[in-house]
């Protein structure tokens, strides 16, 4: 069997999970889903939502978290890369893959091309 992907969240490949949902460049696993839906259906929080990074943490929560958010950045960016592939192959200019990107031309040509 081939592996796919990791789910972005737990990262458990493909291979370990029932389903695997591909989002723009991200995935979740069932198992994710179910928690996630757990978390919303809850209570809800009389609080101002706080992003991860701005929570009280201890330093070894933030270094344990530092792989994993490492590991599903490079995922997103080879999943960048294959899209950026299909668009030249089904004809995408550099100037139309860069628009799509918010960048130059030039920088899509610059980070995607290989030839640098």
Avoid at 16 to 30: Q, T
Avoid at 85 to 98: C, D, F, H, M, V
């Amino acid at each position: 069997m081939t592996h796919i992907a990791d789910c972005s969240f737990c990262r458990k490949p493909d291979s370990e999970v029932d389903r695997l949902v591909a989002g723009p460049g991200v995935f979740i696993c069932s198992g994710c889903v179910t928690a996630a839906a757990q978390v919303i259906a809850g209570a809800p929080s009389e609080s101002e939502p706080v992003a991860p990074w701005d929570a009280e943490l201890p330093l070894e929560t933030v270094l344990g978290n530092l792989g994993a958010v490492a590991a599903a950045g490079a995922q997103a960016e080879r999943n960048l890369r294959v899209w950026v592939g299909k668009a030249r192959e089904l004809g995408g200019t550099w100037s139309q893959i860069g628009g799509a990107l918010e960048m130059t031309r030039q920088s899509a040509w610059e980070r995607f091309s290989g030839e640098n």
